[in-house]
């Protein structure tokens, strides 16, 4: 399968997904999202795939949304609203895929890129990468079910940190909150992925796929529902006199000066 922005390789049963906007840092925008969405939709639809890895090119896993091409538009909040058309599809056809999906992060991961990664079923990281949940701190909210699966990994309180704080979390602090699976040297990141890869790929899958079904109907039955309501949120903040500045002020270069409006 020929995309855009994405590099879809499968091999021993393996799917690995890069999103491939190195100099952009990998950031969403709408060709990206739509090509990672028909990469998984490749990936249900292919019996000889056993488990799919999302991963990016270069320096960044996936460093959020573009604000350019945000800050370009005429209505940032319907620029938001076209955006999770995609991205909110993706978000719930990670965690329905009767696959486990694994998300190897191999660098800045922060934004969009911490909604996709916290909805797969593993994350394993670069011992360089870093995680920020980013939205606030331009102005927006977090949306593709941000708050509802980074609570369930790191607990209510340590999430509302995040939120009003903001923190840049390095690879060890994220092991430690229970952000990520397991953090490994930059240089064996893809080996151990494989690894972990290979051993699923070879194991019980009809009883992964039915496990994973039970965690979502556990876990998970307001997904859906989640997934609106941070659409509507982020639509709500884009429009904002805060989020205009906020992402103006990151092409800028400089802090923002929020005003509460």
Not at 76 to 103: E, H, N, Y
Not at 143 to 163: N, Q, T
């Amino acid at each position: 399968m020929q995309l855009e922005t994405v590099l879809l390789d499968q091999y021993e049963g393996i799917a690995v997904i890069r999103m491939n906007r190195p100099k952009e840092m990998n950031t969403l925008n709408f060709q990206l999202t739509k090509d990672l969405v028909r990469a998984l939709e490749a990936c249900w639809d292919d019996d000889a795939t056993k488990v799919v890895v999302f991963t990016g090119t270069g320096k960044a896993f996936c460093a959020g949304g573009d604000v350019a091409a945000f800050n370009s538009a005429a209505d940032i909040g319907d620029a938001t609203r076209q955006m999770t058309k995609d991205f909110d599809p993706l978000i719930s056809g990670i965690r329905r895929i009767p696959k486990p999906v694994i998300a190897m992060v191999n660098g800045i991961c922060m934004g969009a890129g911490l909604s996709l990664a916290a909805a797969c079923d593993m994350r394993i990281c670069a011992s360089s990468a870093v995680f920020r949940q980013a939205y606030t701190s331009v102005g927006l909210t977090p949306d593709g079910a941000w708050s509802l699966h980074v609570p369930l990994l790191i607990g209510f309180g340590r999430a509302s940190e995040l939120i009003f704080s903001d923190p840049m979390v390095d690879a060890k602090k994220a092991f430690e909150m229970g952000m990520v699976t397991e953090v490994v040297d930059d240089t064996e990141l893809e080996a151990a992925t494989m690894k972990r890869s290979r051993r699923l790929a070879s194991g019980p899958l009809k009883a992964f796929a039915v496990a994973k079904n039970n965690l979502n109907r556990a876990m998970l039955g307001v997904l859906e529902s989640q997934l609106e309501q941070e659409r509507l949120g982020i639509m709500e903040s884009a429009r904002t006199a805060d989020a205009r500045e906020g992402i103006t002020a990151i092409l800028e270069k400089r802090k923002p000066a929020f005003r509460g409006e």
